[in-house]
């Protein structure tokens, strides 16, 4: 893995790398399309909108003129599959317990905040997260506002901070911040989809449990106990 500083903080994204929603969010969004009479999405469309919040997801998809009725119809369908989604957690005990013991952990997402509050009480994991950046409070990704100010709070250069994330507005993000990336390969996006991104990630790997031991590399690396 190719970095030469301590690694002191991990900054993950939760659609896609801590829970397994993506996909299932790419059915429903298919699914209420087809419900109302919208074109369904394209591939691209599909990879643009599962780095989007639930907002522009509406906006992206709505054409201008759409009847108010068939408007009203999509985000009603959109807001209950937001409620009944079946979703799964993708970090394992012992990836948590190994962060809680060895490095701070904090949470970027494009979602809203209630939703993370949510999440996070559904699994119990209010205790594991430092900081928690939302876009209710910042710009959505690509943009690093959210990065730098959780960077800002905790004291420490960019690259102490290592950025987990599954889509492109992750490493997007993460390169505008200056910080390095670990890309996980459990959204819809695959390694390719990628290979457009400069600077590219530290290294790409199945999925966040796989984040202790690169940071565990990079510490032997530059002989940091």
């Known amino acids: 893995v190719p970095h030469t500083h301590p690694i002191e903080d991990v900054i993950s994204d939760w659609c896609g790398t801590i829970e397994a929603n993506v996909e299932q969010l790419l059915d429903g969004i298919k699914g209420a399309c087809l419900a109302t ?27 201008r003129d759409w009847p108010e009725p068939k408007r009203d119809a999509f985000r009603a ?13 993708l970090i394992s005990q012992d990836t948590l317990s190994w962060f809680k013991q060895h490095i701070r952990l904090c949470l970027f997402t494009n979602g809203s905040r209630a939703k ?12 594991f ?18 990065l730098v100010d959780i960077q800002h709070k905790l004291g420490i250069p960019s690259n102490a901070c ?18 390095p990336c670990v890309i996980v390969l459990t959204g819809v996006l695959m390694r ?34």
């Open 129 to 146: 997260f430092e900081h928690i950046a939302t876009c209710d409070d910042y710009p959505a990704k690509p943009d690093p506002a959210m």
């Open 116 to 127: 993370v509050d949510g999440n996070l009480q559904k699994y119990q994991l209010q205790p």
């Open 37 to 63: 009479g919208l074109p369904e999405p394209s591939s691209s469309d599909l990879r643009a909108i599962s780095g989007m919040t639930a907002k522009e997801v509406v906006n992206y998809l709505e054409p």
């Open 77 to 89: 369908i959109m807001q209950q599959i937001g409620k009944t989604q079946a979703h799964k957690l």
């Open 162 to 179: 290592l950025v987990i994330g599954d889509h492109h507005n992750d490493l997007l993000a993460a390169n505008a911040a200056g910080m």
């Open 192 to 225: 390719e989809d990628f290979d457009s991104i400069s600077p590219q990630p530290l290294c790409y790997c199945e999925d966040i449990n796989a984040v202790p031991q690169i940071i565990r590399q990079i510490r032997h690396q530059i002989g940091q106990p």
